[in-house]
């Protein structure tokens, strides 16, 4: 999957930019609900690509901690111009090499869908490992629409799923791409945060967001 963010560092943001206006709408609603949700904070975020949501983030932000483990998109990403103190990082999201409590707000969007089934609480205990308590978190990603985003495969005794993307240059590449509900995101995120529930999911007709506050 590296090997595909890699290749796709420059044209990733295309995805951001579809002309279809029920997109553009909740990609909206999420720059909001994520602005709102770590507004004053200092952040890590996870994966954090070209810098898209860094840089919609970096509006309210106190600073941010953008990490991701390919460094071509970490180099797009260090082209923007940021609202607040922005520091980049190259980090397996698996292995986050922080201190305990570093910061008081999280953030990993379109991170969780490429999170192998067996890898996600273990990222999700590492991740919160890095955040204080009362610290505030903010999560997206897509919702399942079959038609959209390459063929969707699923293989005989895989608990995940994948997509069949085709680059500009040609290449193509199978890729792990999970989907969720809202029953089962607050089921999995609710045994390391005590509380919460579906209620704090909002699931559109294209993405996902979850925020919640650590206990
Ligand atoms: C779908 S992109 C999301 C980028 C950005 N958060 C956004 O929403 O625009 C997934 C990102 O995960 C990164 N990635 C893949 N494996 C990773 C790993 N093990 N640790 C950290 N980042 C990883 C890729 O380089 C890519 O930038």
Redesign the pocket.
């Known amino acids: ?2 090997e595909y ?1 890699r290749r796709r560092a420059e044209e ?2 295309a995805i951001y930019h579809r002309a279809d206006p029920a997109r553009r709408a909740e990609i909206k609603r999420l720059s909001q609900a994520a602005q709102e949700a770590l507004r004053g904070r200092r952040v890590l975020e ?5 810098g ?2 860094t840089r919609l983030v970096s509006q309210t932000a106190r600073g941010i901690t953008a ?4 460094e071509e ?1 970490l180099n797009v990403a260090r082209r923007k111009t940021y609202h607040c103190p922005v520091a980049f990082r190259l ?4 292995r986050l090499s922080f201190e305990a409590e570093e910061f008081d707000g999280g953030l ?4 969780f869908s ?1 999170i192998p089934r067996h890898r996600v609480d273990r990222f999700i205990a590492g991740f919160h490992r890095t955040l204080r308590p009362q610290a505030s978190v903010f999560l997206a990603d897509n919702v399942l629409v079959p038609d959209v985003g390459g063929e969707l495969i699923s293989r005989a005794g895989d608990d995940d799923t994948y997509r069949r993307r085709t680059l500009r240059d040609g290449s193509e590449h199978v890729i792990i791409k999970n989907y969720y509900s809202a029953e089962d995101l607050s089921a999995i995120l609710g045994q390391h945060v005590p509380g919460l529930n579906a209620a704090n999911v909002f699931v559109g007709q294209h993405f996902w967001y979850i925020t919640y506050r650590l206990p």
Do not use: K, Q, R
């Not at 996870?46 to 070209?50: F, I, Q, R």
């Not at 990993?108 to 991170?111: D, E, L, P, R, V």
């Open positions: 999957m590296e963010y990733f943001e996870v994966a954090c690509g070209t898209y949501w990490t991701d483990s390919v998109v980090e397996n999201a698996y990993a969007n379109f991170w490429h």
